[in-house]
């Protein structure tokens, strides 16, 4: 039975674990986006999404906080400048997983995770207005018209026969 197992050990040591997520977390806000095995990018997002959470509130502590798990300043500056402003409105779900498939040399399930507002071709097909419905009807109009331009087409022949007779 596994109970109270709910961490992804990952095949490592706690300390190789949390150096490994910890350099990805650094990479994934001066990036943007990595590609990792699904696996480490699951436990990517629970390791990362609470640091954007508290980059919220740009206080002292909470940069010495974030700036403990993530040893790299530029990563604390970026997150706290940009990030955390571009995603002060949104209340969670920072980073998206897109799965890629299977890595050639072993096999491994692949992932793509970024940042959700970061990514500029979903955020233009999304605004984009969406085009008016255009169908093809039959309607009474275009068929009536024919048949009453035929009629007087008929009725300007007959007229000049008629005079020509006379």
Do not use: C, W
């Amino acid at each position: 039975m596994r109970h109270n197992k709910k961490i992804n050990h990952l095949g490592r040591t706690s300390s190789h674990r949390n150096a490994m997520l910890s350099n990805m977390a650094a990479s994934l806000i001066l990036h943007k986006r990595i590609t990792t095995t699904v696996a480490k990018a699951k436990a990517l997002r629970v390791y990362f999404e609470p640091m954007v959470t508290r980059s919220k509130d740009d206080s002292t502590h909470s940069r010495r906080i974030i700036f403990r798990d993530l040893q790299n300043k530029f990563a604390v500056t970026e997150l706290f400048r940009e990030i955390s402003v571009k995603v002060a409105d949104r209340p969670g779900g920072y980073t998206r997983i897109i799965k890629l498939g299977a890595r050639l040399g072993d096999n491994a399930e692949m992932a793509m995770i970024e940042l959700v507002d970061y990514n500029e071709n979903l955020l233009t097909t999304a605004k984009a207005p969406a085009k008016a419905k255009t169908t093809r009807r039959k309607t009474s109009k275009k068929v009536a018209e024919p048949v009453a331009t035929k009629q007087v087409e008929a009725a300007t022949a007959v007229e000049p026969e008629t005079t020509e007779t006379e």
